[in-house]
């Protein structure tokens, strides 16, 4: 009977130890209550609170969580309706007042984002809701995360997930972004046609600018040319002056004999000649520069009578000469 009794309480007192002891797993804690009362924080790890006296309170979850924000239609300044939803991050950092400083905290954070969110987004326009989601979040998360202060836990994020307006601002918006693209299109193209323009303008300039110049040194060239060409003839000339002073006419046959040359070369060079006849034969060439030389000599005041060209044979009308 004795050992009955000695097995029993045996067993009660290691049943009591049991209940006593409370393992905390890591990333949470707990609260401690002593008859309903707050007592103290269980940290993870090993703890023992006598049983019947003390009782675990709340299980708080210590790791950072996420609290997502359910769609919601929202008015925005400019009157346009728009659907918005997102998420929220938030970590305990105290689990005495997130268990005791609010009822239900998921829900208390989640309502206290989406009312945020309204009165955020209904201070700005539509194209400021579209466009500046990170001022949106920013405004978010100070608002959220300084009203969170008291229930020990603390906002890291708040994100807005999407931002749907409605379909036909949506098309409106597609043909106020084509009308835009099609804009800076003509402006790209007139000014590369403007551009062109110029290029082309510049190009002229510059081939007029270089023919100008050509034709200036062309004609300075020219008058060079012609210049040396003036001052050979009138030294040729002054030459033939010279030798015709010495006494030496065969220089002014010379002369006379080229200059004859050159201009009956101008007729076989005209453009309006097309068939030449010129019966002009060797002897009388050389009788015709003869006479020319004497009529000369006998100008400048030379001794002796002129010589007389010499008669030109005449042919018949068979190529015979006559007499």
Known sequence: MLTTFALTLTALVLFYLAVSVKVV?????????????????ARPGLNFYPAFFYA????????????????????TKDNAMVSVDG???FQVLDAAKAAYEVSELYVAIMQLATTNLRTVMGSMDLDET?????EINARLLSVVDHATNAWGIKIT?????DIRPPADIVNAMGRQMKAEREKRANILDAEGARAAEILRAEG????QILQAEGRREAAFRDAEAREREAE????????VSDAISAGNPQALNYFIAQKYTEAVSQFANSPNAKTILFPVEATQLIGTLGGIGALAKEALGGDGAPT??????????FGQSQG
């Open 157 to 161: 994020r708040v994100e807005l997930k």
């Open 56 to 75: 675990v309170g709340r299980k708080i979850n210590m790791m950072e969580q996420v609290v997502d924000i359910p769609g919601q239609e929202i008015i």
């Open 232 to 239: 050979a003839e009138a030294k040729a000339t002054q030459m």
């Open 130 to 134: 579209l466009s500046k989601r990170d």
């Open 204 to 207: 002229e300039k510059q081939g």
């Open 87 to 89: 998420v929220v991050f």
């Open 25 to 41: 797993r890591q990333g949470y804690q707990y609260t401690i209550e002593r008859f309903g009362r707050f007592t103290e924080v």
């Open 308 to 317: 007389p060209p010499a008669p030109a044979p005449r042919r018949g009308p």
